[in-house]
T-cell receptor, first 112, second 114 residues
Framework: DTGVSQDPRHKITKRGQNVTFRCDPISEHNRLYWYRQTLGQGPEFLTYFQNEAQLEKSRLLSDRFSAERPKGSFSTLEIQRTEQGDSAMYLC??????????FGQGTRLTVV | AQSVSQHNHHVILSEAASLELGCNYSYGGTVNLFWYVQYPGQHLQLLLKYFSGDPLVKGIKGFEAEFIKSKFSFNLRKPSVQWSDTAEYFCAVNEPGNTGKLIFGQGTTLQVKP
């Protein structure tokens, strides 16, 4: 499968714990995006990388959230000191320059 | 800020019925427009897109959408739905030549009864 891959698919964590998600984009896609989706809503943009540079962050991305794409390939999204409000589906997408985005299956986070 | 509005949150149709899902966006400049579909348990997939040219766009699985600039609309249509079209449908926009980030509508859940 050469699509966007996300790991893990599901994560249950206790409030206050840190979690890290990984995204492997389609190879040679310059752009990588993170979105968050809650029940009954469309995905909301969190952050965007072009190659290894993080070029935009949403106001939704609090200080507890950090994302990296160290070598311009895979990316990680870390949430520190998780809160129940962080429970959501975290989606990763990648694209070549200025065309449609291809989405992964997402990581469903449940904070208990 | 851009926003996208999808008028119908939940639509129930019988097989062979015609489908039209509404989508309006708020941005006044040039936009790229998309419809994505999410089948149960699967990832978001592109149904169709409009970047420029003919405002009537044909996508996969018999879907089409019409861009009406004066109405800021990009409605999705299918003449005859099938049970397998049961899914969630999202309209999205972005600004060409910019970051490519998508602004999504809330989504419409389509349930097709056999």
């Amino acid at each position: 499968d050469t699509g966007v891959s996300q790991d893990p698919r599901h994560k249950i964590t206790k409030r206050g714990q840190n979690v890290t998600f990984r995204c492997d984009p389609i190879s040679e896609h310059n752009r990588l995006y993170w979105y968050r989706q809650t029940l009954g809503q469309g995905p909301e943009f969190l952050t965007y990388f072009q190659n290894e540079a993080q070029l935009e962050k949403s106001r939704l991305l609090s200080d507890r959230f950090s994302a990296e794409r160290p070598k311009g390939s895979f990316s990680t999204l870390e949430i520190q000191r998780t809160e129940q409000g962080d429970s959501a589906m975290y989606l990763c997408a990648s694209s070549p320059l200025d065309t449609e985005a291809f989405f992964g299956q997402g990581t469903r986070l449940t904070v208990v | 800020a851009q926003s996208v509005s999808q008028h119908n949150h939940h639509v129930i149709l019988s097989e062979a019925a015609s489908l039209e899902l509404g989508c309006n966006y708020s941005y006044g400049g040039t936009v790229n427009l998309f419809w994505y579909v999410q089948y149960p348990g699967q990832h978001l997939q592109l149904l169709l897109k409009y970047f420029s040219g003919d405002p009537l766009v044909k996508g996969i699985k018999g879907f089409e959408a019409e861009f009406i600039k004066s109405k800021f609309s990009f409605n999705l249509r299918k003449p005859s739905v099938q049970w397998s079209d049961t899914a969630e449908y999202f309209c999205a926009v972005n600004e060409p030549g910019n970051t490519g980030k998508l602004i999504f509508g809330q989504g419409t859940t389509l349930q097709v009864k056999p």
